[in-house]
């Protein structure tokens, strides 16, 4: 075994305080230590097809969150407003935002192209929540209930000439 002399004390080395060791050499003299920053360490030990899957998993969720808020009930009133109160949409505000910030993060040091484009997506839908509060489907669906009856809405003949598919 080789042992390599330290010519100076520890106090008088600096150490980087986010860093972590990313590979060591050896040559007849000196240790050569590379060091990567921490802050960036994840996305070159995290392989790309797992953060698309992850990217892919969370874009899912955010856009079915779009969908269940549009589909709320439009009648009565009172419990679309109670579901989208104050504090309610101030979480759904707080969830977004620490989302960006990680859209953010995996833009500026991802180096996948599809992780980012994933992630770009994940913020297209992210803009598309906070409209969702004011958006009402267009159309009935056969699922939804008719004003004062409980009971499931019946598509008319009308209706259903745009639901077919020729």
């Not at 980087?16 to 060791?21: D, E, G, T, V």
Request: proline content about 7%.
């Amino acid at each position: 075994m080789k042992r390599y002399d330290i010519p100076y004390p520890v106090s008088a080395y600096t150490f980087p305080q986010k860093a972590l060791i990313h590979r060591v050499r050896f040559d007849d003299v000196h240790i050569h230590i590379e060091l990567i920053e921490q802050d960036n360490n994840y996305f070159q030990v995290a392989p790309a097809s797992a953060m698309v899957r992850v990217g892919e998993a969370v874009n899912d969720t955010f856009f079915r969150f779009v969908q269940h808020i549009i589909g709320l009930p439009i009648l009565p009133t009172q419990m679309r407003t109670d579901i989208l109160d104050g504090r309610n949409r101030q979480r759904i505000a707080e969830a977004i935002e620490a989302q960006r910030s990680v859209n953010g993060l995996v833009d500026q040091h991802a180096n996948d192209p599809d992780t980012k484009s994933v992630f770009q997506r994940i913020e297209e839908t992210c803009t598309q929540v906070p409209a969702s509060y004011f958006t009402v489907p267009e159309e009935l669906q056969p699922d939804q209930v008719i004003q004062g009856t409980g009971e499931p809405q019946e598509l008319s003949e009308a209706d259903n000439e745009h639901t077919d598919s020729p």
